[in-house]
């Protein structure tokens, strides 16, 4: 009998220390806000970046467990009401690899997906795709068996369509022409910091800047990176005032001078530099959710958005694009 009761009692504890959490998550879901979400249904759990298409009136969405959606948003769009995820890629000979971070290439109308081996599939790759027909125009493997251990997890594209895809896992940035052909792989001493923890999450966001250099920032350190691809790939340490970025995740250049680095909680941060990124300052933080993670972000309409990559309920789980309001 006394050991019922104990058990009774320890299963009571465990209910009540699993209902706070609970509890806390609907608290923040219904609480009000100063700032916009749209919300979208969904048929995964995981939704790793967003991007906004201003053509197709829809943010295009990466899922974990590989494959794309599109949420449509009306011209008449009312605030609260929660859209509709549809998917519009689902490659089989990709499963058991993530699509990660997601790059429009509106020049050349397609979409430019990097690939990571998440459950098993063995190997990174970029993969591009018609934004009208979805038909996949290309697949470069960027690493198989064999090689050291990779992760590809973002990508930017420069103005003549070249990609760029950082590895999370080894630290390193794949170039892949505009074609779809493997071109080579950038190296350096700072994509590796000298603490060995710091070097489990590298390189992450990457955003190419218009006057012809990447910048990227890695994700343990929160050091931002610049690599003047016109001058021999030439890699500086932006010095951040303010910084440093730690557990930086999707980069966002919404000026020449301002960067949004998504970046788990506070959910956003706003860069600024006045000198073409030789250094820089945090300018603002933004607190998004708090139960939710900030893992991307992107412009819609001269406004900046947060993608959160977990979703929340059963059986649809309900995802949130949040506004930075800066």
Sequence with gaps: MALWFCSARFLIFLFIVSAIPIAYIISQERAETDYHIFRYHSAGFMRECAKW???????????????VGEIHVPQNY?????????????????????SLGIALDRPRNRLLVAVGDLLGNRYSALAAYD?????????????????????????????????????VK?????????????LSTLTNPLFTPKEWYKSLAGLNGIVYHP?????????????????????GNQVKLIQVAGGPLSFGDGLELISPTKLVVAAGNPSGRLVESSD???????????????H???????????KVYLNHMFGMGYPKKT????EFVL
């Design 211 to 231: 006057d012809g250099y990447l910048i990227v920032i890695h994700t343990l350190s929160g050091d931002l990176l610049k690599i003047d691809v016109a001058k």
């Design 170 to 182: 080894g630290s390193k940035i794949w170039k892949v022409g505009v074609d779809g052909e493997f």
């Design 276 to 290: 073409g990124w030789e250094t820089a300052s945090v300018v603002a933080n933004f607190k998004g959710p708090m």
């Design 78 to 98: 009312t605030t609260g009401v929660i859209l509709k995820e549809v998917a519009v890629v689902k490659d089989f000979d990709l499963t058991g690899n993530a």
């Design 131 to 167: 934004l009208s027909t979805w038909k996949r125009l290309f697949l470069t493997t960027l690493s198989g068996p064999g090689e050291e251990k990779s992760f590809a997890d973002d990508v930017a594209v420069d103005a003549d369509g070249n990609a760029y895809v950082t590895d």
């Design 319 to 322: 995802h949130a694009i949040v």
């Design 53 to 67: 298409d201003d053509h197709g009136r829809r943010f295009l969405v990466s899922f974990m467990e590989g494959g």
């Design 292 to 302: 939710r993670l900030a893992t991307a972000a992107t412009v819609k309409d001269g």
